[in-house]
């Protein structure tokens, strides 16, 4: 199993920037790819961002230019730094581990508020 922690959520002007991290713990070396999801009030979760543990990365179109994920290996830690946030952006964050045994884990979610 893995176990992952969001945290860096919070309440933040347009135009302004936050830092999501996301700790993993547990069957790390199992783990293919990491990302970020957001689900805003009524509608679906949607992907962000993925980092492969080869390092291939994909944004959304609406956030390229805007976030960029990366990862510490020696942390276990990957992040996403969301800068120039827009009201749009606002959304609950989780994050997710996709293992190569075809299993997903989730992150039980960090609220991300832009204020107009």
């Known amino acids: 199993q893995v176990q992952l922690v969001e945290s860096g959520g919070g309440l933040v002007q347009a135009g302004g920037s936050l830092r999501l991290s996301c700790a993993a713990s547990g069957g790390i070396s199992n783990i293919r790819a990491m990302g970020w999801y957001r689900q805003a009030p009524g509608k679906q979760r949607e992907l962000v961002a993925t980092i492969t543990r080869a390092n291939v990365i994909n944004y959304i179109e609406s956030v390229k230019g805007r976030f960029t994920i990366s990862r510490d290996n020696g942390k276990n830690t990957v992040y996403l730094q969301m800068n120039s946030l827009k009201p749009e952006d606002t959304a609950v964050y989780y994050c997710?581990?996709?293992?190569?045994?075809?299993?997903?884990?989730w992150g039980k979610g960090t609220l991300v508020t832009v204020s107009s």
């Open positions: 997710n581990a996709d293992l190569y045994t075809f299993t997903d884990y």
